[in-house]
């Protein structure tokens, strides 16, 4: 079992810049595939982006990338969404999930575990 903590949300411009983070505890990250999704208001969940346990390839949506990066640091057992040049379309509930598979995926289905979610509002 583990348990997944976001944080980093928050009110920007449009153009700027935010770091969500996601802290487990229970278990090592090191033990699972990650992603990060969002939801909007009225909208279904989609997901933003996705690394596997270790190396692998990373995923992004068609619509972040190149804006955003998702990376983890193993020793702060924390998972990390990088965003760049936001726009107000990117505002959402933004969600971290820990999956048992090896390899990233974009699929909300195949992933174990979520966080609470981090509010990430961009105003135009």
């Known amino acids: 079992q583990v348990q997944l903590v976001e944080s980093g949300g928050g009110l920007v411009q449009a153009g700027g810049s935010l770091r969500l983070s996601c802290v487990a505890s229970g278990r090592t990250l090191r033990s699972y595939a990650m992603g990060w999704f969002r939801q909007a208001p009225g909208k279904e969940r989609e997901f933003v982006a996705a690394m596997p346990r270790i190396g692998g390839t990373i995923y992004y949506a068609d619509s972040v990338k190149g804006r955003f990066t998702i990376s983890r640091d193993n020793a702060k057992n924390t998972v990390y969404l990088q965003m760049s040049t936001l726009k107000p379309e990117d505002t959402a509930v933004y969600y971290c999930?820990?999956?048992?598979?090896?390899?990233?995926?974009?699929?909300?289905?195949?992933?174990?575990?979520w966080g609470q979610g981090t509010q990430v509002t961009v105003s135009s």
């Open positions: 999930a820990g999956s048992k598979r090896l390899t990233a995926t974009s699929q909300d289905d195949m992933y174990d575990y």
